[in-house]
């Protein structure tokens, strides 16, 4: 914990800029999800640049950090580790989509079918995420916001949020959907 604070303080006197991935949860590997990094700073590869918009202490010593994302981003390089670990990371773009746009659309709303099944057996999502996502015609996007949204365990999470190709992305979200 102490690790991140200093990173956050570190982006603040700099360019508020902080690269934020989750960490590696003991016996829960993703498939392709090796980490470059040792613990204690064992975080997946895959993750966002964020720039800090605002920032609160807690009395307990802890801090609410409110972020916006940038890019998403892999890690290349531990360049140090004196009080919290210092990266260089690459920036990740999407790669332009690489099916028909048939093919992209009837995914995108059998996406959508499922969400609305999913939903219909309980899952609680926020109805502010829900009108959002009616909105979204982006593969990689759509695929993003239901997996940040549905409260998956962060493997799973991670196993569908690091596939580069966004329509790939949409394929792994509607399989979860679909099981």
């Given at each position: 914990?102490?690790?991140?604070i ?27 999800l090796e ?9 997946y ?26 890019a ?14 210092y ?5 990740i ?67 569908i ?18 099981r």
């Amino acid at each position: 914990e102490e690790l991140c604070i200093n990173a956050v303080e570190h982006a603040l006197a700099h360019q508020r800029k902080i690269f934020l991935s989750a960490f590696k949860v003991a016996g829960e590997e993703g498939e392709g999800l090796e980490s470059t990094l040792e613990p204690p700073f064992d975080v997946y590869d895959i993750g966002t640049v964020c720039s800090i918009m605002r920032t609160r202490k807690l009395p307990d010593g802890r801090m609410k950090v409110l972020v916006q994302g940038l890019a998403k981003a892999e890690i290349e390089e531990l360049v140090s580790t004196d009080s919290f670990p210092y990266l260089r990371v690459k920036m990740i773009e999407d790669p332009t989509s690489a099916g028909s746009n048939a093919e992209v659309e009837a995914m995108i709303r059998a996406v959508r079918e499922n969400l609305e099944k999913v939903v219909g057996l309980g899952k609680v999502l926020s109805p502010d995420i829900l009108m959002i996502l009616e909105d979204v015609t982006d593969p990689g996007r759509l695929s993003d916001l239901v997996t940040a949204n549905l409260g998956l365990k962060v493997h799973e999470a991670q196993s569908i949020l690091s596939v580069y190709n966004p329509i790939d992305r949409l394929r792994r979200m509607h399989a979860y959907l679909s099981r």
